[in-house]
């Protein structure tokens, strides 16, 4: 019975020190410095995100005249089965990120960045993404 709540225990401490290392960040501070969080995770609120077909995953925001890209390979296990089934749908293609629906929450780990064509790019190897909740 120790055993199982020594166990118990460290499962619940490791869940807490990465919920602690979660920062959440505004597509502002992204674009201001965006290899500042390589290796973290990183939470964003309302981001329009899509599948870009073949093989990733786009989510795009402009502020302030300047772009901000997230690019991601896969789709991480925190994915609901009826958000993954919207990015096949309508949420499908480049041409499908001013629909509003497909705006999410996403949370990712940088891995690299950079500046091409006047836009900002993070790349992450997988993105989870969630329904923003209601305003």
Known sequence: MRTLLAALALVIAAEEAQAASKVTRTVSELLAAPKGLRGETVIVHGIRCVDSAPGGFICEATVGGQKLRLDASGL???????????????????ATLAKPTCTFDVTFVPTGSGFED???????PEIDMSVPPRQ
């Open 76 to 94: 991480g296990g925190g994915t609901t089965e009826a958000i993954a089934e919207k990015l096949i749908g309508p949420c499908n293609g480049i």
């Open 118 to 124: 006047g836009v900002t790019i993070i790349n992450t």
